[in-house]
């Protein structure tokens, strides 16, 4: 056991530089004609190409010439060949134009908007083109703050009741044995009292978050399309159940303790499914790598976080005899689970590596690369203070002779109240975190369209209330979606 722990930090560098990525994202491919491209003729249609489906309720494109910068009337249609095509209604004059485009991925959920310029007889103005998925865009500052809750206080809910199965009840906290150093009732007491609090604030968390993502991919608060985006595709289904099992567990844990478990460790699988791993491939493969990834996350990170919460203002009180009772009986039970779901997490970020951020390379020559390097920094910091007050601080802390130095004791408890803050900021980021750019064309060159044949205008069919593929194919006409689909992104 002790060599294993040594072993700690060397697999945190080294096994978690290939920590969890969230890579697998939705992404726009390429378009016909080229971004900045120069046509001799007006194009027959114009094609968007993209990684993933598309919502078809919640996806649309609008075609804008720049000169009145007047919307042109169009017909567009999502085929299920992951492709979006704007057919003029009428030969395009000569001038420069621009495609303005929003989609959402039935996978992953999110949303992604930009715009392909390009010119008929004539330059391509505003540059090629740009694609938007910035954090901060459309209000992003909420859905980080929401996302950062549901992980901070979902991880922790998940651990004070997993650790409480896995080490044989609520009492592995506050033991008997404490008693004589502490007040073991009010650490109790706390403990329960913490765990109810963090319940809740875990469904408040996963409703932010759920009601964020979907006005956001609705664009705007709107019931219908919101509704089609929570029931009518993968990823809205799999935050609805997270709001669902969040809930069930809120309620279930203090009568049931094993249902409550098992009730967040399926929200925990419903956070992997409605990430970026629904994106990867193979997709079941990278969702359940990720499950298990949260799952040592919560109970190695989460409970790091609940321990301290809930013995914080008794070691603060308590003097020596506390900490000395804490560190003989309370912190080795912890340890038994700490280190494996380490291990787990590390092997976990391994897998991440390989299915979904595609090359180690990717950790230094991109901005998303290089946050998650900062993370596996932070994450091999945090195993390398616990490995030090492990192996070092706490023996010594325990010691008769010789009696333990002052300086080591305080070493090993700024050691421990400082792990729950490095855990926060191991928070997984996400790769749509990060703005890009369309690929620039690749050349200006003119390109002479097929004869196009003639197209006539056709209005929008009525709205079904619900579909059962991904996307279905429909045209309609850009000018007949109206004001509501254009005025926003």
Known sequence: MRRLLLAVPAVALAGLVLAPAAWGHAAFVGSTPEPGQRLEASPQELSLRFTEPLIEDLSRATLVAEAGDREVPARVEITAQRRMTVTPVDPLARGAYRVQWRSVSPLDGHALEGRVSFGVRAAAVRGAGSLEQSPLARQGWIRVVMRL??????????????????????????????????????????????????????????????????????DGLDPARMSVYLL???????????????????????????????????????????????????????????????????????????????????????????????????LPAFGRVALPAFVLVAGTGLVSLILQLGSPSALWTTDYGRLLAVKIVVVGLIALASAVHALRLRPRLLAVHPPPRERDVRRHWRLVRAEPAMALASWPPSRSWWPSRCRPASSARPVTPRPRRPATPARCPARRPTSSRWPPTRACSSSARGSAATATG
Not at 156 to 173: H, K, P
Not at 241 to 260: I, K
């Open 232 to 330: 009518d595709s993968p990823a809205g289904a799999a935050r609805t159940g997270l709001v669902l099992l969040a809930l069930a567990a809120a309620l279930a844990w203090r009568q049931r303790p094993r249902t409550g478990a098992a009730l967040i460790v399926l929200a925990l699988g419903a956070i992997a499914a409605s990430g970026h791993a629904a994106s990867a491939t193979p997709r079941l493969a990278a969702i359940a790598n990720d499950w298990l990834h949260l799952l040592g996350g919560a109970l190695w990170l989460g409970g790091m976080a609940f321990l301290a919460a809930v013995w914080g203002p008794s070691l603060r009180r308590g003097g020596d005899g506390a900490r000395r009772a804490v560190a003989r009986h309370v």
């Open 149 to 218: 809750a549901l992980y901070a206080f979902g991880l922790t809910f998940a651990a004070a009741l997993l650790l409480a199965l896995v080490l044989g009840g609520r009492g592995w906290l506050a033991p008997r044995q404490v008693d004589g150093a502490v007040d073991g009732p009010a650490v109790r007491a706390r403990q329960q009292r913490l765990t109810g609090d963090l319940a809740w604030l875990t469904v408040g968390a996963a409703v932010g978050i759920v009601l964020a993502e979907a006005i956001d991919a609705a």
